[in-house]
């Protein structure tokens, strides 16, 4: 009986250390992995980055965003330390000290919203040497919603009326062309677009007519233009030096409304003399 039990006893011993074993590869494999992503430094090496991503996080209001750096640099050595920097108009606006996981740098700049920053990572080597490296910048841009941050928070639309005729009852608009501009920055995942534009013409305030419009995506993202050549609408008597006034109305998918004024057309003896737009 003793016997049986002793050989329990090491059966178990045996199994425990195997697991343990097994554990410990595991783990050692990790750290070769981690290591090996960034290679060690070497003597008289001049740091530098390979890589670097910016990306931002709005606020609940466009008066600012979150600017977020992941950095990967050449090598790493202990004593090793990087700064987020970012200027505007050559004044420092922030300096974050970096965190290294394992594979690269990474820090958060809260920036207010204004047009022309500049991105920079300071990278220090363990021996004290100093390297500032561009990574977005107005000279060398490589994102220009994160350098003119105001404008890529903001969205607008505007409205130009180059030339219109009237025929009796019916007002042609015969020359001009809308734009709608959504924001340009957003939380990772979210697309705003234009979700519904239209011209809306008044008199006294009151709506006579409406007409929807096919906005099309331009280059810029979230941008969107449309020509508005052709549209017609039915308008009524007009008394001398009565006015039609013409604007348009923007719905984004974000429920944000925007509105711009395009013009007026005046009137004499019933006849349309004047517009601006």
Do not use: H
């Amino acid at each position: 009986m003793k016997r049986k039990n002793l050989l329990a006893v090491i059966a178990l011993v045996a199994v425990f250390a195997f697991v343990l074993a097994g554990c410990g590869t595991k783990d050692e494999g990790s750290t070769v992995s981690t290591a090996a992503s960034v290679p060690e430094m070497s003597a008289g090496q001049e740091l530098t980055l390979t890589s670097s991503a910016l990306t931002a996080t709005t606020w609940s209001s466009p008066n600012g965003a979150t600017v977020n750096l992941t950095a990967t640099p050449n090598g790493y050595a202990q004593g090793q330390s990087a700064a987020f920097i970012v200027r505007l108009e050559g004044e420092e606006a922030a300096n974050v000290p970096c965190e290294w996981n394992g594979s690269a740098y990474t820090a958060s700049a809260d920036l207010n919203a204004a047009d022309g920053y500049c991105y920079y990572v300071l990278l220090t080597a363990a021996d004290g040497t100093q390297t500032e490296v561009a990574i977005n910048t107005p000279t060398v841009p490589t994102d220009d919603a994160l350098i003119n941050l105001e404008s890529a928070l903001n969205s607008y639309c505007s409205m130009t009326v180059a030339s219109a005729t009237q025929d009796g009852s019916t007002l042609t608009i015969t020359g001009g062309s809308v734009e709608v501009q959504a924001p340009r920055i957003t939380n990772e995942g979210e697309t705003i677009t234009c979700s519904k534009a239209e011209l809306v013409l008044t008199f006294n305030e009151e709506i006579v007519g409406t007409a929807a419009l096919t906005m099309e995506a331009a280059e810029i993202p979230g941008s969107y233009t449309a020509d508005i050549s052709g549209i017609t609408f039915s308008i009524p008597t007009m008394e001398d030096d009565q006015q039609l006034s013409i604007r348009l109305d923007v719905t984004l998918s974000n429920g944000q409304f925007l509105t711009a004024p395009g013009g007026t057309f005046s009137f004499l003896n019933g006849e349309m003399v004047s517009s601006v737009g």
